[in-house]
C-alpha cells in the first residue's frame, strides 16, 4: 500500500513552446498532480497530449512557465535550489535507452556513481555488477551499448538509474522504442520494481502494464488532465467523452 | 647535382625548423582559442553567439593575407606602441585568430552532432552542466573531430608558406634564396622543399588517422 506522504507535489504548473512563425503549442495547462511514496502513478494520452512534457517537469529536464513542483519536500522552481542535487534523486529512464555510447554496460552504471556520488570504482563496479544481475544481464557488463539489444540497453539504463538510488523512478515511454519480443521482459521488470515498493511515474502506452502495476492512473489530453483514477475506474468505466474514444482507439 | 644538394640542404632544414615553429604555435594557440570559442558557441546565448559568430565569419570570409597585413602594417599604424610586432610574433598571432576559427566550427559542430539525449541522460544522474560535458559529450564529440582537424593542421602547416611575404625565412623563402644562389636548379630546389612538407604533412595525416581509429574507431561487436 502506497504510503500518503507525497514524494512529488505538481500544482498548476503550465508549459508553452513558443515557435516562431507557428501558433504557440500549450504544452501544460494547470497541471496538478502528485505521488505518493510507493505509489505508481502510470499517465496514458493520445501523442502530444503533454504527458512526456510533464515527466521532463519532474526532474528539471524541461523548465516550466508557472506553477510549482516540490520533490520530497524541496521545491525545484526555487531558483536556490540545487538541481543537480535533486536529479541525483529522482532517476529517468528514457525512450531510447541514452545510454553512454563511449562506455561499457559496466562503466554506464558506475561512472555516475563515481562523478555524482564520489564512490570509489570499487564500490561502484560492486553495485553496478549487483544491479546488472537483478536486472538479468549479469553476464554483459563488458559489453558496449552498440553490441546490445535494445531490451538489454534499457535494462543497463533502469541500472544506471537505481544505483543513484533515487527516491522516485521516471519512464519516459521507456518500451516504446524495443523489438516487440524484448518489450515483455523490460516490462516485467517494471512490474517487479513496483512490486517492490518504487515509485514510479510511467508515461506508457502499455495498458495492461498500466491496469496490472499501476495505482493509479492519469488521462492526459492537449496539455490538461482529463480524467484520473485507478486502474479499474479509468479501464471499465471511463468517465469523459475523450478518454473513451483514446481507450477505444488503442485497446 | 649531389653539390647542389649538399650545399642548400642547411638552409632548407633551417627553413624547414621556422616552418615547424611557426606551425606549432600557431596549431596550439589556435586550437586553444578554437576549443575554447566553439565550447562556448554551444552554450546558445546570444549575448556570447552574436560577438564570436561575427569574429568567425569576419576571419573566414576574408584571405589570411589580409589578416597578416592588417596585423603587420595596419596594427603599428595605429601608433600605439604595443602593436608595433617584429614579424614573427605578428605572423603567429595572424595565423593563430585564423586557425581557432576553423576549429571553433569544428568543435561546435562535433559537439552539437553528439545526441541531445547523452547529455539530457548524464544529468538525469545528477551530473552537472560542466560534468556532463567533460565526462560524456566530449569524449564522444572528440572522436567527431580528429579527421577534419587533421586536415585543418595540415592546411596550416602548408599555410606557414604565405608568412615568407613579411620576411620570415621559413621554408618556401629559404628555397627561393636557393634558387637565387642555383638558378638553373630550380626544379631540384623546389623538389626538395616540396618533399620536406610531405615528410612534416603526411606523419600528421597519418597520427590523425591512427587517433582516429584508436579513440574514435567504430567498435565491432566482439
Given amino acids: ?251 | 647535382m649531389l653539390e647542389v644538394i649538399v650545399s642548400t640542404m642547411p638552409f632548407l632544414l633551417e627553413g624547414l625548423w621556422v616552418t615547424f615553429e611557426i606551425s606549432m604555435i600557431t596549431i596550439f594557440f589556435g586550437s586553444l582559442i578554437g576549443v575554447l570559442v566553439g565550447m562556448l558557441r554551444t552554450l546558445n546565448y546570444a549575448v556570447i553567439n552574436v560577438p564570436l559568430g561575427a569574429y568567425i565569419h569576419a576571419l573566414r570570409g576574408t584571405p589570411f593575407l589580409i589578416h597578416l597585413y592588417f596585423v603587420y602594417f595596419m596594427l603599428p599604424a595605429t601608433g600605439i606602441s604595443w602593436l608595433q610586432l617584429e614579424a614573427f610574433p605578428a605572423a603567429v598571432i595572424a595565423l593563430s585568430l585564423y586557425t581557432s576559427t576553423y576549429v571553433a566550427e569544428i568543435v561546435r559542430g562535433a559537439i552539437q552532432a553528439v545526441p541531445r539525449g547523452q547529455g539530457e541522460a548524464a544529468r538525469s544522474t545528477g551530473m552537472t552542466a560542466l560534468q556532463s560535458m567533460w565526462y560524456v559529450v566530449l569524449p564522444q564529440a572528440l572522436k567527431l573531430m580528429i579527421p577534419p582537424m587533421g586536415g585543418v593542421y595540415v592546411i596550416i602547416i602548408k599555410g606557414t608558406s604565405i608568412v615568407s611575404v613579411i620576411g620570415i625565412a621559413e621554408l618556401v623563402r629559404a628555397g627561393e634564396h636557393a634558387t637565387q644562389r642555383h638558378p638553373r636548379e630550380l626544379m631540384l630546389i623546389y623538389g626538395m622543399t616540396a618533399l620536406m612538407y610531405f615528410a612534416y604533412c603526411y606523419p600528421v595525416l597519418r597520427l590523425a588517422r591512427w587517433a582516429e581509429t584508436k579513440y574514435g574507431g567504430v567498435r565491432l561487436p566482439s
Fill in chain 1, 1 to 251: 500500500m502506497p504510503d500518503p506522504t507525497p514524494i512529488i507535489a505538481v500544482k498548476d504548473i503550465c508549459k508553452t513552446f513558443e515557435i516562431p512563425g507557428r501558433p504557440p503549442v500549450h504544452a501544460l495547462r494547470h497541471v496538478s498532480n502528485h505521488v505518493d511514496k510507493g505509489e505508481v502513478l502510470v499517465v496514458i494520452g493520445p501523442s502530444g497530449s503533454g504527458k512526456s512534457t510533464f515527466l521532463r517537469a519532474l526532474n528539471g529536464l524541461q523548465p516550466i512557465d508557472s506553477g510549482s513542483i516540490v520533490i520530497d519536500g524541496v521545491e525545484l522552481t526555487d531558483a536556490k535550489t540545487d538541481h543537480n542535487k535533486l536529479r541525483q534523486g529522482v532517476g529517468m529512464v528514457f525512450q531510447h535507452f541514452n545510454l553512454f555510447q563511449h562506455k561499457t554496460a559496466l562503466e554506464n552504471i558506475t561512472m555516475p556513481q563515481m562523478v555524482v556520488l564520489k564512490r570509489t570504482k570499487a564500490e561502484a563496479g560492486e553495485i553496478g555488477n549487483r544491479l546488472l544481475a537483478r536486472v538479468g544481464i549479469a553476464d554483459k557488463g563488458d559489453s558496449y551499448p552498440s553490441e546490445l539489444s535494445g531490451g538489454q540497453q534499457q535494462r543497463v539504463a533502469i541500472a544506471r538509474s537505481l544505483a543513484m538510488t533515487p527516491k522516485v523512478m521516471l519512464f519516459d515511454e521507456a518500451t516504446s522504442a524495443l523489438d516487440p519480443e524484448t518489450v515483455g521482459g523490460v516490462l516485467e521488470l517494471m512490474k517487479d520494481l513496483a512490486a517492490e515498493g518504487t515509485t514510479m511515474v510511467v508515461v506508457t502506452h502499455e495498458m495492461g502494464f498500466a491496469r496490472e502495476a499501476g495505482d493509479r492512473v492519469t488521462f492526459m489530453d492537449d496539455g490538461a488532465i482529463v480524467e484520473e483514477g485507478t486502474p479499474e475506474a479509468i479501464f471499465d468505466n471511463p468517465q469523459h467523452e475523450r478518454t473513451q474514444l483514446f481507450l477505444s482507439q488503442i485497446i
